[in-house]
Each structure stands twice: as C-alpha cells, then as structure tokens.
T-cell receptor, first 113, second 115 residues
Framework: GESVGLHLPTLSVQEGDNSIINCAYS??????FIWYKQESGKGPQFIID?????DKRQGQRVTVLLNKTVKHLSLQIAATQPGDSAVYFC????????????FGKGTLLTVNP | NAGVTQTPKFRVLKTGQSMTLLCAQD?????MYWYRQDPGMGLRLIHY???????AKGEVPDGYNVSRLKKQNFLLGLESAAPSQTSVYFC??????????????FGPGTRLLVL
C-alpha cells in the first residue's frame, strides 16, 4: 500500500543552525499534509500543516515546503534550539480522506548546545 | 480546558485479559481517533468516530472494539489481550474533518504491556 516515508531517521545539528527534515509521500491523491513534533513520553503535537494547493507555508521559526511533482515534503526549522529536540513526523490524509492520517516513521532531531 | 486526556497512563496485562482504555476530550470535538505507536513504525489508526454513537474501522482494527456513547468519550477495548498488542496507544480528536483547516489533537498516550 501507499505510505509516507522519511529520508533520514536521525538528524543532529548545532544550536542556532537551521534544520531541514524531509519526507516522501507516494499517494498522489493526498491533499493535506501535517508535521507533528513528539517529545519523549508525550503525544504528537501539531506544528504546521499545508494543503496541496500551496507550495509553501510559514509559521513561527518553521516553514513547510510541498513539491507535488516529486511528492516531497520538508520541514525547515530556523535557529534550532535545544527545545526543538524531538521526533518529527509527517502525515498525509490518506488519499484525500477526511478522517484517516498516514504517518511517516519519524526523524529524531538532536540539537547540540 | 484539559484538552485530550487518557486513562490509564500505564498498564500491564497478562495474555487473555481484557481492559478498556478511556479517552476524554473537553473541546466539544465531533471526531475522535485511536492510534497505536510501535517502535520503528508510524502511528497507525485503529478505529475512529465521526460523532456520538458512530464508530468506524481504521487501518489495524483486529482485536479491538470501540464505543462512543458520549460525545466527549471514546473507549478502546481489548477483549482478549495478546503480546502483539503491546504498544503505546494515543487518542486524538478534532472539531472538523481533516483538511478543513483542522488537524487532530493528541492525548499523552497509554503504555500497554501484554505478557
């Protein structure tokens, strides 16, 4: 079946650097994408989302880029801080579903002080 | 406003035992979801509900049952627990369906160990 995947399982950056976390999706019918942050022992926390009619969306220190041509999603975190250390998941609404999300396996981001 | 809460936080079961996981939300959300999270895998949808009195199967429904008798509560039941059901279970809720400027908000999780 189709699924969402991540290119890198781990990413280590220095405090203050910018971080880029990538995600590949294969279901071309998906039209809503979300990035979640999950800290150890906690539930996923919404970061930012984007709909398929957009290429880019910015939040506070975060930017999501969507490339529908190559089915690629990325999360950019500016000026990464130690508090950003967590597992980051991308998710898609499975084939355009109104209720079902398909999650990637996650990327562990470690920020070194 | 507590958001999404889950009870219990942790539980150990023996194979064959039954239990119910409770999810409660105080945000008046219509939609509620149960996921399981296993090492090396993304969250997988077990069951979901689009409103009080409704339930539907997700990606991995076998071995689980759910009920949504009250809008604010979504119960996940294991009738006969198996070691393969050892996992972390997350409940989520949303006011609108996905994509309508709305996402899902997650609870803190329930860690279940089946021996």
């Amino acid at each position: 079946g189709e699924s969402v995947g991540l290119h890198l399982p781990t990413l280590s950056v220095q405090e203050g650097d910018n971080s880029i976390i990538n995600c590949a999706y294969s279901n071309s019918a998906s039209d809503y994408f979300i990035w979640y942050k999950q800290e150890s022992g906690k539930g996923p926390q919404f970061i930012i989302d984007i709909r398929s009619n957009m290429d880019k969306r910015q939040g506070q220190r975060v930017t999501v880029l969507l490339n529908k041509t190559v089915k690629h999603l990325s999360l950019q975190i500016a000026a990464t801080q130690p508090g950003d250390s967590a597992v980051y998941f991308c998710a898609e609404n499975s084939g355009g579903s109104n209720y079902k999300l398909t999650f990637g396996k996650g990327t562990l981001l470690t920020v070194n002080p | 406003n507590a958001g999404v809460t889950q009870t219990p936080k942790f539980r150990v079961l023996k194979t064959g035992q039954s239990m119910t996981l409770l999810c409660a939300q105080d945000m008046n959300h219509e939609y509620m979801y149960w996921y399981r999270q296993d090492p090396g895998m993304g969250l997988r949808l077990i069951h979901y509900s689009v409103g009080e009195g409704t339930t539907a199967k997700g990606e991995v429904p076998d071995g689980y049952n759910v009920s949504r008798l009250k809008k604010q509560n979504f119960l996940l039941g294991l009738e006969s627990a198996a070691p393969s059901q050892t996992s972390v279970y997350f409940c989520a809720s949303s006011y609108l369906p996905l994509g309508q400027q709305e996402t899902q908000y997650f609870g803190p999780g329930t860690r279940l160990l089946v021996l």
